[in-house]
């Protein structure tokens, strides 16, 4: 047998990537990106779900990348409908690709979509840190303001200093580069730039001053940010919500109960009322909370808050009931309905005021009103990220939060990250 007969010298033939197949990776990756949005916001997933979901995630995409340039052509067509799931896939691929001219088409395509800037940024933070040398420089030295604010968000995905690039973002005249520069100061626990963050408290752009009071707040200001903040959570407003959800996690038994006495005036206002008894912890307000669970507008929302503070697991533990006859919620198959919006509880299980009722008659003595309490406990370090490994995702939410508060300077811990290297993070945390 010659050399050239051997069967290690034959070259293999390459396998030509079936249309039909590549097509089936691309569906499947952009379905799933969208699934993974709801999921990954949602009060019933934990971490072991969200690991296997962006395992399917990534073997589809790695099936696109394998088909070369057919997977990136087919891949390219999802545009025609952009979304947020459509734009992560292309931008995955172009990325991975190390295709500088596709990226800079879709750099400037997402610019107008504000569901194209999530898809392109979330593919940022998706790939490895290593396949984002030599491509995030030169958006951090871009003039374009939106390939700067891109630059920063990489670098936050991925834990990085972006150097000089971020104290000088504080300051510019576009207000989208503004509010993400002083999102990042505080997501990474900059407490360098908490001077520059209280003056800019008083910008003109309301989101800008909402993330520069939160940004003040996260790198260890108590005064000024607590004020702004809870200015703008009694207003309502867009960041109402968010504010009042962060400065009751720092703020002492009695202010918050001050503060939420302003929305118990009116009925209006039960359901900010009721997510913030769970957001402050006192079990001064458990007693309530299980008198709305009767009502089924509320009901759901109480028992999420009333798991925040004793850490139960109503599902688990058997205290939940059957959903009310006839309650209509959410979108329904009515195509003559313009009410399209996603049920706010669903996945929530609905609670047992009776069961829930009784088990608090007997616990309650555990849990002195007072103090602040957790998912079962005062907040502290070890219980959080025991959160953080256990919990549902607005738990684990609620726990990089308080991790944060009680520490000033430690950066928010990503749960909206690729699972695996939420893992990967958590390990080295001593989870």
């Known amino acids: 047998m010659s050399v050239a007969e051997h069967p290690a010298a034959v070259a293999r033939p390459r396998r030509t990537p079936v249309p039909l197949v590549v097509q089936q990776h691309v569906d499947e990756a952009v379905q799933l990106r969208r699934v993974r949005s709801v999921l990954v916001r949602a009060p019933h997933v934990r971490l072991p779900r969200l690991a296997r979901l962006d395992e399917r995630i990534a073997a589809h995409l790695d099936g696109i990348g394998v088909a070369g ?76 303001p939106w390939w700067r604010e891109v630059g920063l968000v990489a670098c936050d995905q991925h834990g990085v200093d972006p150097g000089d690039t971020l104290a000088d973002a504080l300051g510019d005249d576009d207000a989208g580069l503004r509010q993400r520069a002083l999102r990042m100061v505080g997501r990474r626990g900059r407490m360098d730039l908490r001077g520059a963050c209280v003056a800019a408290m008083g910008d003109a752009n309301t989101s800008c001053a909402f993330e520069a009071a939160r940004a003040a707040l996260l790198t260890g200001d108590r005064g000024a940010s607590m004020a702004v903040l809870e200015a703008m959570a009694a207003g309502g407003g867009l960041h109402g919500l968010e504010a009042l959800s962060i400065v009751l996690k720092v703020a002492t038994p009695e202010q918050g109960l001050a503060m939420l006495a302003g929305f118990a005036k009116d009925r209006a206002h039960a359901r900010t009322l009721v997510r913030g008894a769970g957001e402050l912890g006192d079990p001064h307000g458990i007693a309530w909370l299980i008198e709305q669970m009767h009502d089924p507008k509320l009901a759901r929302l109480a028992g999420e808050s009333f798991s925040l503070v004793t850490g139960l697991d109503l599902a688990f533990l058997d205290l939940e009931c059957d959903r009310p006859d006839g309650l209509v919620s959410g979108p329904n198959d009515d195509p003559g309905d313009p009410d399209v919006a996603m049920d706010e509880d669903d996945s929530l299980p609905w609670p047992d005021p009776g069961k829930i009722g009784a088990w608090w008659q007997a616990n309650r003595h555990r849990f002195p009103a007072g103090q602040r309490f957790f998912m079962g406990e005062p907040p502290g370090e070890g219980h959080c990220i025991r959160v953080l490994r256990e919990g549902s995702q607005r738990q684990r939410a609620a726990a990089s939060l308080h991790l944060s508060l009680m520490k000033p300077g430690t950066p928010l811990f990503p749960t909206a990250a690729p699972a695996w290297r939420q893992q990967r993070w958590l390990d080295g945390m001593g989870a």
Do not use: K
């Open 69 to 144: 340039a057919l997977g990136a052509a087919l891949c390219l067509q999802v545009l025609e409908r952009p979304g947020v799931a459509e734009f992560f896939a292309v931008t995955v691929r172009a990325i991975e690709d190390r295709d500088t001219d596709r990226l800079s088409r879709l750099l400037a395509a997402a610019a107008a979509l504000p569901d194209g800037r999530a898809g392109l940024l979330s593919a940022f933070g998706w790939v490895e840190a290593a396949a984002l040398r030599g491509l995030v420089q030169p958006l951090l030295d871009a003039r374009d």
